[in-house]
């Protein structure tokens, strides 16, 4: 009788540690844990436990829906681009030493914009007229690809020189371009 007696109480036990196995499953806001550790007398009450019962916490979020992505007119007019310039996408490289200068792709792609909403024309025919304006500019990306696509067998810092060099012939001659058109502007003006 009293092994029946053991058994029993085993078992009861089981079901109790069952019970609160599965409570402690279920998610629960700090008030409901604090309830239950007082009522077991494992802690005090704290200072804060009226205050939260009062006010107590929202329940927690079970699903909350997925944000839609925020896309803007030069998102698509930069895909674009980059389908036409596909050599351009590969050599987008962070510049460290100049973080306010922009990439060639977003300056074409800005200007493109200004043009279709200042002048109301197309998409198409602001792209020709800015690859017209920018010239061989918008193809900096190219000579960064041309120089940062060599093996690494070429140290680092030789590839950064190359690659500004390369840059830089590239704004010396869009300057060169400029101060000739600024001064067949000028001739024409004294005509």
């Not at 460290?96 to 200004?114: C, H, I």
Request: with cysteine; aromatic share 8%; glycine share 4%.
């Amino acid at each position: 009788a009293a092994c029946g007696a053991v058994a029993a109480t085993g078992a009861a036990a089981a079901r109790v540690a069952m019970s609160a196995w599965r409570a402690f499953r279920r998610p629960m806001n700090i008030l409901e844990r604090t309830e239950r550790l007082m009522r077991a007398r494992a802690i005090k009450k704290p200072l804060w436990f009226d205050v939260v019962k009062q006010y107590p916490p929202d329940p927690p979020l079970s699903w909350a829906p997925k944000p839609q992505p925020i896309r803007f007119p030069e998102d698509d007019l930069l895909e674009r681009y980059y389908r036409k310039n596909p050599e351009a996408k590969k050599a987008q490289r962070l510049n460290l030493f100049n973080k306010s200068k922009k990439p060639p792709a977003v300056l074409f792609v800005t200007r493109q914009l200004e043009l279709m909403e200042t002048e109301k024309i197309s998409e198409e025919a602001a792209y020709k007229r800015v690859e017209a304006e920018m010239g061989p500019l918008h193809a900096i990306g190219v000579a960064g690809q041309q120089i940062s696509a060599e093996d690494d067998s070429v140290p680092l810092g030789e590839q950064f020189d190359r690659w500004m060099n390369a840059e830089s012939n590239l704004w010396r001659r869009q300057g060169q371009r400029d101060a000739l058109k600024k001064s067949k502007r000028n001739l024409k003006s004294r005509k």
